[in-house]
């Protein structure tokens, strides 16, 4: 049951918790089925807390849903390095031709599922132990891709401790873009006017999406949180070495640019067009809230359906709320915990938001556009 407080605030009782206030614009409300910002209203009150996720831990544990696939990741890895060294006797081949537009274009795709590999990594998917799922990592990342295992495990980690958090997320951290009202009302240079136009910019921003991971990840390398910096510096520079080394020795300089803002550009948007539906235009949790770990996370994710595609494309994210439950579940298991999932957080009345992949851009977007709206208004 619903209780409305004031205009544009509701506040749903859940059981064993707080109840929790949504605060929404009337846009928002009227495309989304969840809300935009999650307020504290009320102390805890009934169970103990956390106890409803340990109840859906153990119906996920009895299904055998948290076993090791090492025979699904043995394959699905051994096709993607297989399409990396396709590529790469492709580039060598065809040598200095316009057509390695193409090859840069399928490279594209190639790191996005590498993307997708070091993820699965760093969550311990794929080893039990954490030695060799750094070392995977490492080899992936650093390596193959140019980004920082260490950076982006740090900031990933922080990410799922606290989805959607105004202080606490870094991904929804205010940059180039806001992603609140709050956020837009702060903004200055830049990022003001972006943020007046960041629902039609976003697309074409996340072209350099590639490059920014690179660019942070040597970045980071002077940050204190790095327990590796010379290892991961090491291991940048060699990658890039070979990048660059590679291109402008078999192309052209004209041709070498030409490549590199086809493969970066695509492969930034490849990786943005996965991460984005998972959480943006999802509620925003303000500080001082306090939900628990089951509803912090269902809350403020969203599932993308669409069948073996989408999950081949998505590598699995379109579970988001499986996989921020259980982020250590191998991927193929996903799919049967989200019929366990859906099921349960209907016993207990908690909104459990799944859409299509374009609708959940179309979620994004609006979004993006509504919490932009102050900017537009300011004169």
Known sequence: MTTPVHEGVTCTPVRGQASFCVRRSVHILEHMVNSTVLMENSSSRGRESGSDYAELSRRISDAGLLRRRPLYYGVRFGIVGLALAGSAAAFLALGDSWSQL????????????????????????????????????????????????????????????????????????????????????????????????QAALFFPL?????????????????????KRPVLEGTLLVAHFLLYFGGLFTILSPGKALAFI?????????????????NHKGMPMIEDGTRLDFLRRQVLTSRNVRGGPLVDAFMGGLNYQIEHHLFPSMPTPALGRAQLITERYCAELGIPYHRTGLLASHREALRHLRSVGEPLRDAR
Do not use: C
Request: glycine letters at 10%; zero cysteines; a positive charge.
């Open 206 to 226: 996340l072209t350099l999406e590639g490059l920014n991971l690179s660019f942070s990840s040597f970045k980071a390398l002077r940050s204190p949180s790095m």
């Open 102 to 197: 193409f090859v840069a274009a399928g490279l594209a795709v190639v790191f996005g599922q590498l993307g997708l590999a070091a993820h699965d990594l760093a969550h311990r998917q794929v080893f039990s132990r954490r030695r060799p799922s750094e070392i995977g990592g490492l080899l992936v990342a650093d390596v193959l891709l140019g980004m920082s295992y260490g950076w982006w495990m740090n900031k990933h980690t922080r990410h799922h401790a606290n989805p959607n958090h105004e202080e606490k997320d870094p991904d929804v951290a205010p940059d180039l873009l806001v992603w609140s009202r709050r956020q837009a009302r702060k903004a200055r240079g830049l990022p003001r006017f972006i943020g007046k136009h």
């Open 261 to 277: 803002a086809v493969h970066q550009g695509l492969f930034g948007l490849y990786l943005g067009s996965v991460f984005a539906p």
